[in-house]
């Protein structure tokens, strides 16, 4: 029976499919929608890990023990679990490892825009790129196979339009999950010098075998029209490729590493043009042209952001726009934090507490955006503690440096960092904004929540207690939402020329989904100072001031009643219900 199915849905599918008994993943945009759905299918053991590191790990070894499993991660976490990739390819997998890296172009939901085809090609491993949900089924079932025969990891590289992108699917009829045990086998397992020299023989014999299976394989496909325009792409791509140019001679390429280069030559010496389509950077121009083909590519089409039809067609008619197309003459509308979340009421006392903020990778990252303007940095998950660190030492003691890290982003790549700064007397303040999930992504569970992934109970990570079991003396747990005693608490701990950390510790207000009642403003007290609007909360809106430019307005379908721009107002202006 045919359905309607998201690309990670289908991927789930494909994996249910194909007989999978593990699927690991650390949530992260636009690849969490696939352990999200992957739960629904009872005989699969899913799990939220850590970070993408140990989600890998844990993948390799249920394939070393025999069972196929799937680790799934958005781009960067490819750079977390790089380590265990990399020496993933010499080891193989017996049972089955599919790792998919959901690469974002366009940047919807990331702090860059890599193009991780390169890690197929780095650690040698084979690459599969589907361009719709009916591939990413098929692919994936695909993959395990391939990865059982030639006793490898593979990657399936998606991009965003493909995992959020719909269309049509008839799924299949599920494999019975296979376990063929594990035998033990150091010289394969173990990756002391003497054994990997070996297998690194092993690696580059099965590239070659990978070489000429590429050549074979009904992924990669030549469909022949007007050879005066040969394209050659994959992935997202040749979908705007067959919408703009539907009569020109297509090379679409779904195994991607090794790239089948007699098919490739096959095609380019029977068309007039060559024209490589393809997101971000140069990859299969680069290898056509080493080929010794003439071909465009970079050069008509943009090396940053998503493509579209519109880029597409631009590029192939010799007039080529030169970055993504303009936007529609609209009101802008920047993400901003939600009305009453506790990240604001923290970052309004960073503010007044002027402290410099490095940032990390969450919800709270959106405080960079105006009015707010209260973080200094963003760089990775983790990054604020080792970055707050560095700079205490590089301005000295007296500075006052906070990091800035969500409870979920502190398991992740928190913890390393604060040991370090422990051990090397560092000075700085870590805070940990606990509102009790992954909430960017979605609201997902994490160690911290002491739920699963299926929402079962387990055993809650203490985050105080691990704080003091790395040697930090200075812990203190506080309701961001009790303003004063916040204050009073961030002030204490960047007070300290020693290591210390604040748990700013309230519910995300998407999980316990409750709101009191709007606040209102007395206008004979307000003198329109545009303090409270400073907050940024959409619970406020500004319009046309009778004193001064602007004055608040509240808006009685977003307040939630937290208070915060009570708080603020100098004037007590602004009264929040049942009282004066």
């Known amino acids: 029976m045919k359905c309607l199915l998201s690309g990670n849905e289908a991927l789930a599918r494909g994996a249910y499919e194909a007989g999978v008994r593990l699927a690991t993943a650390y949530p992260g945009t636009p690849s969490t929608e696939i352990t999200e759905a992957i739960i629904s299918y009872p005989e699969v053991f899913a799990e939220w890990a850590p970070n993408e590191k140990v989600a890998l790990e844990v993948a390799l070894g249920a394939a070393m023990g025999g069972?196929?499993?799937?680790?799934?991660?958005?781009?960067?976490?490819?750079?977390?679990?790089?380590?265990p990739l990399m020496t993933a390819a010499y080891t193989g997998a017996a049972g089955g490892l599919v790792v998919v890296s959901a690469d974002d172009p366009g940047m919807h939901s990331s702090q860059n825009e890599q193009d991780n085809r390169h890690y197929a090609r780095l650690a040698k491993i084979p690459m599969l790129e589907p361009a719709d949900s009916q591939e990413c089924l098929d692919f994936m079932r695909l993959a395990f196979d391939l990865s059982e025969h030639f006793d490898t990891p593979v990657l399936?590289?998606?991009?965003?339009?493909?995992?959020?992108?719909?269309?049509?699917?008839?799924?299949?009829?599920?494999?019975?999950?296979?376990?063929?045990?594990?035998?033990?086998?150091?010289?394969?397992?173990?990756?002391?010098?003497?054994?990997?020299?070996?297998?690194?023989?092993?690696?580059e014999e099965r590239a070659q075998a990978l070489r000429g299976y590429s050549e074979t394989t009904p992924l990669n496909r030549i469909e022949w029209g007007d050879k005066g325009l040969g394209i050659i792409t994959s992935g997202v791509s040749y979908q705007y490729v067959k919408e703009v140019a539907p009569n020109a001679s297509v090379l679409k390429l779904g195994f991607t590493w090794p790239v089948p280069a007699e098919l490739i030559r096959t095609f380019a010496s029977q068309?007039?043009?060559?024209?490589?389509?393809?997101?971000?950077?140069?990859?299969?121009?680069?290898?056509?042209?080493?080929?010794?083909?003439?071909?465009?590519?970079?050069?008509?089409?943009?090396?940053?952001?998503?493509?579209n039809p519109g880029l597409v067609a631009a590029g192939l008619s010799g007039t080529p726009a030169p970055s993504a197309a303009p936007e529609a003459d609209l009101?802008?509308?920047?993400?901003?934090?939600?009305?009453?979340?506790?990240?604001?009421?923290?970052?309004?006392?960073?503010?007044?507490?002027?402290?410099?903020?490095?940032?990390?990778?969450?919800?709270?990252?959106?405080?960079?955006?105006?009015?707010?303007?209260?973080?200094?940095?963003?760089v990775c998950m983790g990054a604020s503690i080792g970055g707050a660190h560095g700079m205490s030492k590089a301005l000295g003691p007296e500075a006052k440096v906070i990091g800035v890290l969500g409870d979920s982003t502190f398991v992740h790549s928190g913890i390393t960092p604060l040991v370090d700064m422990v051990y090397n007397r560092g000075?700085?303040?870590?805070?940990?904004?606990?509102?009790?999930?992954t909430a960017m992504t979605g609201r997902q569970e994490h160690p911290a929540t002491g739920k699963t992934v299926r929402g079962e109970p387990t055993v809650r990570l203490d985050l105080e207690a691990l704080c003091r079991a790395v040697g930090v003396k200075d812990v203190q747990v506080v309701n961001p939402c009790d303003f004063a005693a916040f204050e009073k608490a961030m002030a204490s701990a960047v007070s300290h020329q020693e290591p210390s950390v604040v748990i700013a510790r309230s519910p995300c207000l998407l999980l316990t989904r409750e709101r009191g009642k709007p606040v209102t403003i007395a206008e004979e007290q307000?003198?329109?100072?545009?303090?409270?609007?400073?907050?940024?909360c959409p619970g406020l809106m500004a319009e046309q001031g009778r004193?001064?430019?602007?004055?608040?307005?509240?808006?009685?379908?977003?307040?939630?009643?937290?208070g915060l721009c009570a708080y603020v107002c100098s004037r007590h202006a602004i009264k929040e219900a049942g009282r004066e």
């Open 67 to 83: 069972a196929r499993a799937l680790c799934s991660m958005k781009h960067v976490g490819v750079n977390v679990a790089a380590d």
């Open 156 to 203: 399936v590289r998606t991009t965003t339009r493909v995992n959020h992108g719909k269309s049509i699917v008839t799924p299949g009829e599920p494999l019975p999950a296979r376990q063929t045990g594990f035998t033990r086998n150091p010289p394969k397992y173990v990756m002391v010098p003497n054994n990997a020299r070996r297998r690194h023989v092993v690696v």
């Open 271 to 307: 068309v007039n043009r060559v024209v490589v389509v393809e997101e971000l950077d140069p990859y299969l121009e680069e290898q056509v042209a080493a080929l010794g083909f003439k071909v465009e590519g970079k050069s008509l089409f943009p090396i940053v952001d998503e493509l």
């Open 331 to 378: 009101p802008g509308r920047p993400p901003v934090l939600c009305p009453g979340c506790p990240h604001r009421a923290s970052f309004a006392a960073f503010k007044k507490l002027k402290l410099i903020a490095m940032g990390d990778i969450g919800c709270y990252t959106l405080s960079v955006l105006p009015p707010l303007n209260a973080i200094d940095s963003c």
């Open 427 to 437: 000075t700085a303040t870590v805070v940990i904004l606990d509102n009790g999930t």
């Open 526 to 536: 307000c003198v329109e100072c545009g303090l409270c609007l400073q907050l940024g």
């Open 547 to 562: 004193k001064r430019e602007l004055r608040p307005v509240v808006s009685e379908e977003l307040c939630v009643g937290c």
